[in-house]
């Protein structure tokens, strides 16, 4: 069964750091794309970044401050966020598998000080 787990997240500081996970399960990471994405309050869910095999890709405003990188071994996604501001506030998704339709439940994030 193909499911996406997120772990992660929670408050943290302006300029702060967090982590979050995303373990598959029903397939392995290093065969399909895998997507972060994330909703702010009373916004549209966004794209954040992209790995698939060795490429990387992110949003613009991500200015370097956000890392996507997976274990693979591990079945497991990451996305480093570094100098968070009140801006990066938002639920965070991870997205992939067969198809690419598949989504973790979400993890909160909220910068604050």
């Known amino acids: 069964q193909v499911q996406l787990v997120q772990s992660g997240g929670g408050v943290v500081q302006p300029g702060g750091s967090l982590r979050l996970s995303c373990t598959a399960s029903g397939f392995s990471t290093s065969d399909w794309p895998m997507y972060w994405y994330r909703q702010i309050p009373g916004k549209e869910r966004e794209w954040v970044a992209t790995?698939?095999?060795?490429?990387?890709n992110y949003a613009d405003w991500v200015r370097g401050r956000y890392t996507i990188s997976g274990d693979h071994a591990k079945k497991t996604i990451y996305l480093q966020m570094n100098n968070l501001n009140t801006g990066d506030s938002a639920e965070y998704f991870c997205k992939g598998g067969p198809g690419g339709s598949w989504w973790g439940q979400g993890t909160q994030v909220i910068v604050s000080s």
């Open positions: 790995t698939a095999n060795i490429r990387t």
